[in-house]
């Protein structure tokens, strides 16, 4: 059960309308990385958490937080379109949707949402529940919310730095804490999961015996770069193996002929050269070895 509170969870109050901030501030809405991606994100998780108890409740809490934090940012954006598009325009514009254009706003805002928000980023684009992750593995999820805050919090310092407006920057400064905030608790229940033995540091904790033992400990050098073996994750305890100049382990990826019937461009004989001279490449340089 979900019971609205009509009061907001932190002021919301412009001192003046802005219809360009307005469709600036929508990313933090409907972006990727928007309050409404970890909203749905944090309910999927909770209601699909197998785990009654602590996680289960941080995980619900927070998700029901960020409900809040998209009505901020909804009742935010309606704010700053108030007086627009007739009032917020330049005088020598006399239509209404040409000056909302030229004033930055998004149209939509006008002739969809009358003047308030949309569940869309900064361009327009809806919102899409793709965006979330709930996998029901708690250590990957937890691993992707850290992620997801990081990112939110990220575009709202950006957000910051584009306004002078002190109600706006007030609420954002109320914002950037929560994402502090989050980003910590969910760091902190990664460390405790692992305490708990509930799951251990690589997701899943399965199939280790299963998987190619040759192939679990190196990392493959194929950029020009020469400096990735001088990082720690080469040394100390279960040190990964740098491979300086790896050899592909398959043949060629050549694709298998199309259904006739689909008209794909396609030669038996160039299909055949394209074998034999990659399995030739491959035995002279076994050769030399």
Request: hydrophobic letters at 40%.
């Amino acid at each position: 059960m979900f019971r609205h509170t009509k009061r907001l969870q932190f002021e919301a109050k412009p001192e003046k309308p802005d219809p360009l901030y307005a469709r600036k501030l929508q990313e933090l809405i409907g972006g990727a990385y928007g309050e409404m991606s970890v909203t749905m994100q944090y309910l999927f998780q909770g209601w699909n958490c197998r785990v009654e108890g602590k996680y289960k409740d941080l995980i619900m809490d927070t998700a029901t937080e960020e409900i809040g934090h998209v009505e901020m940012l909804a009742t935010m954006v309606a704010r700053l379109l108030e007086g627009a598009p007739a009032t917020m325009t330049a005088e020598a514009v006399k239509d209404p949707m040409t000056a909302a254009i030229i004033g930055g706003m998004d149209p939509q805002q006008a002739i969809v949402a009358g003047g308030g928000a949309l569940l869309a980023d900064s361009q327009g684009v809806p919102w899409n529940g793709r965006y979330i992750v709930a996998s029901g593995n708690l250590l990957a999820d937890f691993r992707a919310n850290a992620a997801a805050e990081a990112q939110g919090r990220l575009q709202t310092a950006r957000l910051y730095n584009m306004t002078d407006d002190p109600g706006v920057k007030a609420m954002l400064q109320f914002n950037l804490a929560r994402d502090t905030v989050h980003q910590k608790q969910w760091l902190k229940a990664i460390e405790e999961l692992e305490t708990d033995g509930l799951e251990g540091p690589i997701v899943p904790d399965a199939l280790f015996d299963e998987e190619d033992q040759e192939h679990n400990h190196t990392i493959w050098r194929l950029s020009d770069g020469t400096d990735g073996k001088k990082g720690g994750w080469t040394k100390g305890d279960d040190p990964l193996d740098y491979l300086a100049d790896p050899e592909p382990l398959g043949g060629p990826g050549t694709a298998p002929a199309p259904d006739p019937l689909l008209y794909g461009t396609y030669s038996m004989v160039q299909d055949v050269k394209g074998t034999v001279k990659g399995k030739a490449q491959a035995a002279a340089k076994n050769a030399k070895k």
